[in-house]
């Protein structure tokens, strides 16, 4: 029998595809880690997330399932312990499962215990249990920049207690002696996700006058859009200003392909495949905003920068197979031998053949979705600053945070919002989406059949049978008519 692999699974938060240089020949960025691993390996071009927000996004890929079906639409409804996972797929399929850190935003109360076998952080990390959030007395009220998430350079005490460098470190230490048993370790990082903060040398690696501004829109553009950039100011924002973010965003990039490279100097295993993936995108000022949104499907916040590398596998290539995020986890399932029988029902469909031959077909569309009816807002979280105005935005505005669901093929993207007119993108014309065409009469046909197949898509995966039969009559353990007494 062949041995079976071991996997390391990275995942960043809020990475931009476009700003990677395996994916984006003119992207500034200088990933030298990535783009060795890549190297050896196949990168992806085309892949798109099932939601635009953290923990929507993280239980999809988790559970192969699209947030709608089973509600798993907001950062506090998690996976609980009767719902399936592949991770616990891994685990009862007798690999050793490690979480490393505590950014998992995935699995609810009991449900990392039933899924690995180690998870957190080594004590002597030190890390910052809020991360680099950690409230109000850490931002200048004063400087606009803050409530585009911005704080800039920081000191090297605080880049070392920060969670991502906790994560590393206890993913190095773990790594000198692994099991003797197959194993995935999974290991979800923050960078580059918000405040734009970051220390030296990454803080000026990347000169600010160089950097190209950010994309501006055309048509008619969803409500919440005028509504963020009202609120925080955005639009006061200067063209430096814009490049300053920008450029300290680039900076974490850098800052995060430092420590994947000490992953893999730490792996001394050579049956490994490494996956590098992120959960969702940054505006970082497309479109006038900054951050993301729950009901926003653009482009820059669903398309996912992905790279699977490995023993076996197509080496140095890239593939342009429209594959949605739900994939990945079926994938590398598939190469541990592990078969769909022995999995739960899902959506995820694997794409080995493209790790082998990057030409191939996947899928013919993808689909993401997001937002909430205006009956849902009221039960939201609320943030402290600078998350106040966004997160209460909904609360405000119900409609801002509409419903919505947008469907990707090779031609065209279409967006279909609950409380909002439709968007209609050509994506070979304006691969960005940047320019609504939904209002032009020509495109009629084109609306109406990707409209039907969005229909049918929602009724195909509306809800999953259970995957055992139940008792049609239960036993009932209540007492007779005649025998209750008060």
Request: glycine fraction near 6%; include cysteine; proline fraction near 8%.
């Amino acid at each position: 029998m062949t041995e079976r692999p071991n996997f390391i699974v990275i995942v960043a938060d809020q990475l931009r595809a476009d700003s990677l240089p395996f994916l984006n020949a003119s992207t500034p960025v200088l990933t030298p880690c990535l783009d060795k691993l890549a190297r050896h390996g196949v990168s992806f071009a085309e892949v798109f997330g099932q939601h635009s927000v953290c923990s929507p996004s993280r239980v999809s890929f988790l559970s192969g399932k699209y947030p709608h079906v089973a509600g798993h639409r907001t950062l506090h409804y998690l996976l609980q312990q009767d719902e399936p996972n592949f991770l616990r797929t891994f685990k009862d399929n007798g690999y050793h499962v490690v979480i490393a850190g505590n950014r998992g935003d995935a699995l609810g109360p009991g449900a990392n215990e039933l899924s690995a076998h180690e998870y957190g952080n080594l004590p002597t990390a030190n890390a910052d249990e809020h991360w680099s959030v950690t409230g109000p007395a850490q931002w200048d009220k004063g400087n606009p920049l803050s409530r585009a998430y911005y704080r800039g350079e920081r000191s090297q005490e605080d880049a070392q207690a920060d969670a991502d460098e906790a994560t590393i470190r206890t993913a190095e230490h773990w790594l000198r002696n692994p099991p003797s048993s197959p194993w995935i370790l999974f290991v979800p990082l923050f960078f580059p996700h918000p405040p734009f903060e970051v220390e030296q040398p990454w803080f000026s690696m990347y000169q600010r006058e160089a950097i190209a501004l950010p994309n501006s829109a055309s048509g008619p553009q969803p409500r919440f859009l005028s509504e963020l950039i009202r609120e925080h100011g955005w639009d006061n924002l200067s063209e430096a200003q814009w490049r300053e973010i920008k450029a300290v965003y680039f900076g974490m990039i850098s800052r995060l392909d430092s420590h994947v490279g000490r992953l893999m100097d730490a792996n001394t295993s050579k049956n490994t495949i490494t996956a590098f993936f992120a959960d969702h995108g940054e505006y970082l000022g497309d479109y006038g905003a900054i951050e993301k949104w729950p009901s926003g499907v653009n482009e820059c916040l669903v398309r996912i920068p992905l790279l699977i590398s490995g023993p076996g596998l197509a080496s140095g290539t890239k593939s342009n197979a429209l594959i949605e995020l739900i994939d990945v986890f079926p994938t590398l399932l598939e190469l541990a031998g592990i078969d769909r029988a022995r999995q739960h029902t899902h959506f995820g469909r694997s794409f080995v053949a493209c790790l082998a031959d990057p030409a191939r077909e996947h899928r013919h569309e993808v689909f993401t979705e997001g937002g909430f009816t205006t009956e849902e807002v009221k039960r939201l979280h609320t943030a402290p600053y600078p998350y106040d105005l966004k997160s209460t935005l909904p609360r405000r505005v119900p409609t801002s945070a509409g419903k919505v669901v947008a469907i990707r093929n090779r031609e065209w993207t279409y967006v279909w919002r609950l409380y909002e007119g439709a968007e209609l993108y050509n994506r070979i014309d304006d691969p960005q989406e940047l320019n609504n065409l939904f209002g032009q009469v020509q495109y009629a046909s084109i609306k109406s059949e990707l409209r039907e197949r969005l229909l049918r898509w929602l009724v195909e995966t509306a809800d999953v049978l259970p995957d055992q039969l139940g008792a049609r009559r239960p036993d009932v353990e209540l007492p007779r008519p005649g025998q209750w007494h008060p």
